[in-house]
């Protein structure tokens, strides 16, 4: 069974940072792409960061452009979020899938029903 642990999230000031960590059980990650996701209260799950199995990057650039990146440990089957300059609107529950494409289209990173497997979401809250 595919599990994907989401886990890192927590309070901060905004100016701070976190790191979110996506780790899989059942299935090796070095295959696909994986992106994550997040949701603020009331509005719908949108694409922020992907990573593909050869490592290129893709960030959703109006709304962390300078300040996230994405990496991926294939040794530890985990990806990572690393989130810097955090703002208040950057709350959300923040959640990692895994694509059924190695090397999504830029559009593709965006089309949810393209992704099989989701973790269960971790929080992150910044207070301004």
């Known amino acids: 069974q595919v599990q994907l642990l989401e886990s890192g999230g927590g309070l901060v000031q905004a100016g701070g940072s976190l790191r979110l960590s996506c780790a899989a059980s059942?299935?090796?990650?070095?295959?696909?792409?994986v992106a994550w996701f997040r949701q603020a209260p009331g509005k719908e799950r949108e694409f922020v960061a992907g990573?593909?199995?050869?490592?290129?990057?893709?960030l959703d650039v109006d709304s962390v452009k300078g300040r996230f990146t994405i990496s991926r440990d294939s040794a530890k089957n985990t990806v990572y979020l690393q989130m810097n300059s955090l703002k208040p609107e950057d709350t959300a529950v923040y959640y990692c899938?895994?694509?059924?494409?190695?090397?999504?289209?830029?559009?593709?990173?965006?089309?949810?029903?393209?992704?099989?497997?989701w973790g269960q979401g971790t929080q992150v809250t910044v207070s301004s």
């Open positions: 059942g299935w090796s990650l070095n295959g696909n792409a």
């Open positions: 990573i593909t199995m050869s490592g290129s990057i893709t």
């Open positions: 899938a895994v694509h059924r494409i190695a090397t999504p289209f830029r559009s593709s990173w965006y089309q949810k029903h393209l992704y099989d497997y």
